[in-house]
């Protein structure tokens, strides 16, 4: 796992967006070339943890192929940040990842649990991950953040 904590290195204005409340300011991640396919990796921004997940060229990810999302890092289930360590795969062609502590599965493009494993979300956490918007912009991977 590859985690960068990109918190003391960004500087005020290098980014692109919006610094007001509720509205999307884009944040510099890493080179794409830095997340490998179908492996998670964590960037930290200050107190938000995000998981990043490199989908392969291959058409078994159909239109998902290639693409690059990102969801919160925190598991609802196991209340551990670790679901940049997830298992990347697909159901019924949506992309997803496998929590690696207690195996629940999400859809990486909307966040949502697909399959529960018979546990509820630990202190009363929801079920579904947040989901953030992803941009590359010449080879360089950019988080939108509210």
């Keep these: 796992m590859t985690v960068h904590d990109v918190s003391d290195t960004q500087v005020p204005g290098v980014t692109w967006g919006s610094d007001k409340p509720g509205e ?9 070339a830095d997340l490998f396919p179908e492996r998670g990796a964590a960037a930290l921004f200050g107190d938000v943890q995000i998981a990043l ?40 062609g949506e992309p997803t990842v496998a929590a690696p502590v207690y195996k629940q599965v999400f859809s990486l493009a ?14 009363d956490l929801p079920a579904d991950l947040v989901t953030y918007p992803v941009e590359v912009r010449e080879d360089v991977v950019h988080v939108g953040l509210r």
């Design 24 to 32: 999307v300011r884009w944040e510099r991640v890493c080179p794409l």
């Design 53 to 92: 997940f490199r989908l392969p060229d291959d058409a078994a990810y159909g239109v998902h192929a290639g693409r690059v999302y990102a969801v919160q890092n925190l598991d609802p289930f196991s209340a551990a940040n670790v679901m940049s360590r997830g298992i990347v795969g697909t159901r019924g």
């Design 110 to 123: 909307t966040g949502a649990c697909l399959a529960l494993a018979d546990k509820a979300p630990k202190d």
